[in-house]
């Protein structure tokens, strides 16, 4: 261990092949029994480079976990964005009584009266509603806005740490993303029990391992009580991939670490019959991770949700600025975009699906 250790301090993350290595690591590690290989051959160097820049990375705090993400609607769980106006001598205890929801799984300060943003996961409309109505009650907050997501044009959580890239920069994996899917549209898939023990195998932490899905196998065959092997990991994984339920597999990373310390979310108040057009629009750069389409409420009129990451708060500001300018260009009529700055963050994790399974 020792060595090992010091091995990993010699790696230099700053290093040309390091940030090619630690930016495709977040969405291009293949679902194959030695993905390292194919990620290091992509990126200019070895299996063992390119595991040991993603090893010193996690070492250094900037991965926090090897994995898949999945689309909660096609594993038969619903989420939705939520917001209190909690005054701010009481925020740090209702962020906490939030927070302390398992289902809760990212939960910001932002600045603006709506102080508390959180998204929330259940397994089921029905179940999802009994969270909300608890943490209204815990929080004695009567002002709560709920927001489903009503259309995605894009999640793609992966910052470009390469030299002279841009927040700005459009983003070819959303030029030639899938149309925008309504949320009502997605079907569950019928998922049996070995499906749903890999899940749980592969929402957990599969750094530490040269062969990530071998170490899958060995956790799904404990949680299903029968041996899976690495091969059956792979090709129920690759069966996920190909329905979409596993968006990705890769790096999960804290983007502060990256280099990216402000997390912009612009609301956008656009036309209803210009909302599809407008959401490609928006979905396009590099420095949007999350576009969605959400309801009105009386007391909020914004129907389009950018999540912008920058360097600075500034960054955000000129990608936001891009953005309403690509909008005019096209006719789309809006004005510039509220900005709700992240002030503190939480709590962010990924959701444990079939946790109650156990």
């Known amino acids: 261990m020792a060595d090992r250790t010091a091995d990993l301090r010699d790696v230099d993350l700053d290093a040309p092949m390091s940030r090619a290595v630690l930016t495709a690591v977040q969405t291009a590690l293949p679902v194959e029994g030695r993905p390292y290989a194919a990620l290091g051959e992509a990126c200019g160097t070895d299996e063992a480079g390119a595991f040991a820049v993603v090893e010193a990375a996690r070492a250094a705090g900037i991965v926090r976990r090897i994995g898949a993400s999945f689309d909660s609607y096609k594993l038969g769980y619903v989420s939705t964005l939520a917001a209190l106006a909690v005054p701010e001598d009481d925020l740090d205890r209702v962020a906490a009584l939030v927070g302390a929801h398992p289902g809760v799984t990212h939960n910001y300060e932002r600045d603006d009266r709506y102080n508390l943003w959180f998204t929330c996961i259940a397994r089921g409309q029905e179940a999802l509603e009994r969270e909300l109505a608890g943490i209204r009650r815990e929080a004695g907050a009567g002002d709560m806005l709920v927001l489903p997501a009503l259309r995605l044009f894009k999640v793609r959580v992966a910052f470009d740490v390469r030299e002279g890239s841009s927040a700005g920069d459009a983003t070819p994996a959303a030029a030639g993303a899938p149309a925008p899917a309504a949320a009502a549209d997605v079907v569950p898939l019928d998922l049996d029990d070995a499906d749903r023990a890999l899940v749980r195998a592969l929402q957990g932490d599969l750094a530490g391992d040269a062969r990530p899905f071998a170490l899958a196998a060995a956790r799904a065959s404990e949680l299903l009580g029968r041996a899976v092997g690495e091969d059956e990991a792979l090709e129920r994984t690759r069966a996920l991939v190909e329905a979409r339920a596993v968006r990705r597999f890769g790096a999960m990373v804290r983007h502060r670490k990256m280099g990216f310390a402000c997390n912009a979310m612009g609301v956008w108040n656009v036309p209803d019959e210009q909302v599809k057009r407008a959401g490609v629009l928006l979905a396009l750069p590099a420095g949007v991770s999350h576009c ?36 005019a260009e096209a006719g789309i009529e809006a004005a510039p975009p509220r900005m709700l700055v992240s002030v503190r963050e939480f709590k962010k994790t990924s959701m444990r699906y079939f946790e109650e399974d156990r």
């Open 292 to 327: 969605y389409q959400r309801p009105r409420r009386a007391a909020w009129p914004w129907n389009l949700y950018t999540m912008i990451h920058g360097r600075d708060r500034a960054e955000c500001g000129r990608v936001a600025g891009k953005l309403h300018a690509a909008l």
